[in-house]
């Protein structure tokens, strides 16, 4: 990685400068993620009503610039108490910081005299329960898959000091309607930070799903796991395991009656002993004995179930070596590339990127660790000469350490196929705040949430595109900037 002909004492000290500048302006898609005072319809044509909620209507939004299509939120202000738009976007401050390819993606927030509009990932595969019924027949390998794409989200969240706290299959949905489609966790509305040994008290949750120690009023994050469980549960069953004819004698049953695998319509005859044990496991009553969730994630029937339901997934060798070549200097083009893949990149263009993610990721904390990408490159036939502390120096943006998932996306796509005129137009725009067909240092500022502290950085960006010396950059000259310093330059016909 990096130039060839460069010292190791002059690395060294571009590396300390490098990490030193991720500190200052660390770039991750929360950057993006910004309030937008204006009018959603600016960015965005509208299509059909896709929902009605308790906050509002939901709506499809195709943006304009790149024709990708995404699922807005319209809440009304005026008929909407100050404590409840607080709530929402406290929602979606927690959701900007979560980046998981199982967890749902916040774009855009728009505020006008009307309405407070949301702008989220658009799923189009339909619930989880509604895909099971469609199976013919689903089977306890399939069951495996989709709770290892929850598990993995849970402990990603968990692992960020975050608990969901309502877990239940209306906020599971598939990202499409293909066979293979995956599931992404929605709805943090109920989520909360938490402290490791902290004993949450307020009630939250639905009937079904809730721990027995939530209706106690002394919790923590163990909660989501007794959730999980309730959902493979009724997902191999077809009706909960503590029912009731109202949410009072549910509670009684969730914790005082014995959980009981029997049916009179057989629904657990063929179910294996070893998935009615590992139930068991996430349905025990004494949270204290209940596994965690990365004792969940471990699990051996978890991983072997979800592992067998197809081959395992190989390591995409096109996609390690599009990451051991990924070398950008340019913050601008970093930062550029950043919001393009976690902005403007569908899920059908990254879905083999997305699962190498996975494969690569052992432990399932959805970020990518120093030893985890050497054995990935261990797995590719011949030998590759990488130096993997590098490589990571160079793709962690953030400086946290680990390989985030779009850092991994930005490094891995293939950009020569992926950067076009729509999409650089899109990202300029998003520079571009008040549309005047120049970027400065002020909106660069404000649209990577910095501050005056780190205007050396911003200014470091113009002067690397800002060809004519004027102290801005147009369009032309940020096209420029991001074909030159992409080392798969984009083919001409594309630009």
Known sequence: ???????????????????????????????????????????????????????????????KETQIERAIKFIPVEATDDAKISKMMEEVNILKKLDHPNIIKVFEVYQDTRYLCIVTELCTGGELFDRIKEANPFTENQAARYMLDMVSAVKY???????????????????????????????????????????????????YYVAPEVISGSYDSKCDVWSLGVILYIMLSGYPPFNGRSDEEIYKKIQKAPLSFRSTNGNWNNVAKETKDFIKLLLTKDPAKRPDITEVYNNDWLQSRANNRVEDIPVSKESLEL????????????????????????????????????????????????????????????????DVNEMMNQLDADGNGFIDYTEFLTAAINWSKTLNKERLLAAFKHFDKDGSGKISLEELREALGGNEDSDHVFLAMLADADKNGDGEIDLEEFTQVMISKVENKPHKNRI
């Open 157 to 207: 969240c968990h692992e960020a000091g975050i608990v969901h706290r309502d877990l239940k299959p209306e906020n599971l949905l598939l990202e499409n309607k293909k066979p293979d489609a995956r599931l992404k966790l929605i709805d943090f509305g109920t989520s909360k930070h938490f402290e490791p040994k902290e004993k949450m008290k307020h009630f939250i949750g639905t009937s």
């Open 1 to 63: 990685m990096g130039c060839c002909t460069s010292s190791k004492s002059s690395r060294q000290k571009s590396h300390k400068a490098e990490k030193s500048e991720k500190n200052e302006l660390p770039i991750s898609p929360s950057n993006f993620v910004q309030l937008i005072k204006g009018k959603v319809t600016d960015r965005y044509q509208l299509g059909k009503i896709l929902g009605d909620g308790g906050f509002g209507q939901v709506k499809l939004g195709m943006q």
């Open 323 to 386: 990451l051991s070549s990924f070398n950008t200097q340019s913050k601008l083009q970093r930062a550029t590339m950043t919001f393009i893949a976690s902005q403007l990149v569908s899920n059908d263009e990254i879905a083999h990127l997305r699962d190498t993610f996975q494969s690569l990721d052992e432990n399932g904390d959805g970020k990518l660790s120093t030893s985890e990408l050497k054995n990935g490159f261990s797995k590719l036939p011949g030998h590759i000469n990488i």
